[in-house]
């Protein structure tokens, strides 16, 4: 369980890490304007650094790179374990007897080496917080008790708020009256805007991702921009005119320290040159530029925070889903089924041919697809680095019991046909519309209507196309006895086009006994998994008959 979190922080690092080299970069363009602005930007690297998950969106900036979002979640689950480079002894001649053989440890060795240095970074860190704390915490037990929430410390050579839920302020005592002013309305907006709890949270992540360099960088500019941001928020209260006094406030608080006794949980004020500066350049901007840039921020913070939609493969009528990490070996048996055409783009672009793909670098464009020969819904893209991406569909399965419960002799038992046919399988974008039944004499006729678009319609006119509904004609002989002529009819509103099987097709598929062999449900799953086969080749000799 514990290995599995500092996998899950390793990837989670990883993708922040490309969150805060984007942070830092906007922070350039950002330099002229109030500090809240980047301030806020943060906030998204603490995001990226808790949370695992998040939302998909075309606005996802993580997609203009042209990768699948698990080419930022580099790390797997998995690590090297005893059993898995330990062999059995190949070669081994019949008879011999091996004694003497042990349970070996299966516990992944390098992960947990890796797990107990992490383990061992986060409580170093927790440890001297904890311990800087409760030194700072004996040496304020002589704080003079002010107003409210407020302490005066003599000794001190700098303001700092202390606590979460009832947070207090300490301050120097050889403060001004007009410093103690300056100082005190500084602190009282970090506790407004949380600014306290936030900072613990961020120092209790760092302890997390302690391992990455980057972090260490994202934790110090957010509190440089904390701090400023601050400042803004006071010069902007008490107007311009103050800003040399309260410059001097703050320098004559200077101490060069970001943390007072080296713990966050009491934060004070550091970078006083930068802070000072910062006042005297900040000037209010207009009305349209905060507009411009709080939109800006808006677009940004969705961009980073959003993934990229799940890049999607269209075979056939099926659509695969990117699913999972890379894989460096496909699974044993697997067959290559075709090239990848194109690569498609675009916010609204949906799938016009075969094996196309949505949401793929172009570079995708030309390489083999591969199908794993155990799982019929999963198939393998090759990178072109050497590793293969696997996709799923999402296609639903055929719910045998109810299926089997709806099992008929008879053509005319409108129910059971009516919940047949609701239970079938059917391609997206294509819409169950209702059926009819002819029984007056032979052949007896069962007539699926379906609603789909013009496009859809002509994409499945084609006989390369039309296994699935091979697929469920048969399903519906087998399962209904005196059933001669399944047809399914697509309607785009203007023009149909008509699919048509005769029971003899059902024979070919499955022999003359195919309605006996559903008896029960065991027979009727078997049978179904008979049929995807059959079609499946069937839809194979097409191909090769086209090509020749």
């Known amino acids: 369980m514990i290995d599995n979190l500092f996998s899950s922080a ?31 930007l943060w906030s998204v690297v603490l995001f990226r ?57 299966s516990a992944p060795v390098l992960q947990s080496i890796f797990t107990f240095v992490w383990l061992l970074g986060i409580m170093v860190l927790l440890a001297y917080s904890i311990v800087s704390l409760l030194k700072l915490k004996s040496k304020l037990k002589c704080a003079v008790h002010s107003l409210n929430n407020i302490y005066i410390f003599d000794g001190l050579k700098t303001a700092f708020v202390l606590g979460i839920f009832s947070p207090k302020i300490y301050l120097p005592a050889d403060l001004t009256a007009k410093e103690k002013e300056y100082i005190l309305l500084h602190e009282q907006t970090h506790i407004r805007r949380f600014d306290h709890v936030i900072k613990i949270i961020s120092f209790l992540v760092l302890c997390v991702h302690w391992f990455n360099p980057l972090v260490w960088v994202a934790f110090f500019l957010s509190a440089k921009d904390m701090e400023m941001s601050c400042d803004e928020a006071v010069i902007k209260k008490l107007g ?7 410059s001097n406030s703050l320098l004559s608080l200077a101490t060069g320290r970001h943390m007072i006794y080296g713990t966050p949980l009491a934060f004070g004020e550091g970078d006083t040159k930068g802070r000072i ?21 808006i677009c940004v913070t969705v961009g980073l925070v959003s993934n990229p939609l799940k890049a999607k493969i269209r075979i056939n009528e099926t ?45 995708y464009a030309g390489n083999p697809i591969y199908q794993d020969p155990e799982k019929k819904n999963t198939i393998y893209l090759e990178d072109y680095t050497g590793y293969f991406i696997p996709f799923v569909s999402k296609e639903k399965a055929y719910d045998v019991n109810t299926l089997w419960e709806n099992r008929t002799k008879y053509i005319g038992d409108n129910s059971a046909v009516g919940n047949i046919i609701s239970l079938l399988i059917f391609p997206e974008n294509i819409i169950y519309d209702g059926f009819e039944l002819y029984t007056e004499g032979h052949p007896y006729t069962i007539t699926v209507h379906l609603k789909t678009d013009t496009e859809t319609r002509n994409f499945y006119s084609g006989s390369l196309h039309q296994h699935i509904f091979t697929q469920n004609a048969v399903v519906m002989f087998s399962l209904i006895e005196n059933a001669e002529i399944i047809q399914f009819v697509f309607n785009d509103g203007v023009n149909s086009n008509t699919f048509q099987l005769a029971n003899g097709t059902a024979s070919a598929f499955l022999g003359e006994n195919y309605f006996a062999r559903t008896e029960t449900r065991e027979g009727l799953e078997k049978v179904i998994k008979d049929i995807s086969q059959k079609v499946l080749e069937q839809t194979e000799q097409i191909k090769q008959q086209q090509v020749n």
Not at 12 to 39: G, N
Not at 66 to 76: A, D, K, L
């Open 10 to 40: 390793l990837n989670m690092s990883f993708t922040a890490s490309y969150v805060i080299l984007f942070v830092l970069l906007a922070r350039l363009f950002l330099k002229k304007l109030p500090k809240i602005f980047s301030y806020a």
């Open 319 to 363: 659509i695969y889903y990117e699913s999972g990490k890379n894989i460096m070996e496909l699974p044993y048996n697997a067959f290559e089924i075709g090239i990848l055409d194109s690569v498609l783009h675009g916010f609204n672009k949906e799938f016009n041919s075969n094996f196309q793909a949505i949401g793929l670098d172009a570079k």
């Open 277 to 297: 500066k910062n006042v005297l350049n900040y000037k209010k901007p207009t009305f349209w530029i905060i507009l411009v840039t709080v939109l800006a921020i």
């Open 49 to 105: 650094l808790i949370c695992p998950y998040s939302f998909e969106s075309v606005l996802s900036i993580f997609s203009l790179t042209g990768r699948t979002m698990e080419n930022f979640r580099p790390f797997s689950d998995e690590f090297t374990t005893f059993s898995s480079i330990i062999e059995p002894p190949a070669n081994i001649p019949d008879g011999t007897v091996i004694e003497n053989i042990h349970a070996v440890n």
């Open 240 to 246: 311009n005119d103050v800003k040399k006094d309260y």
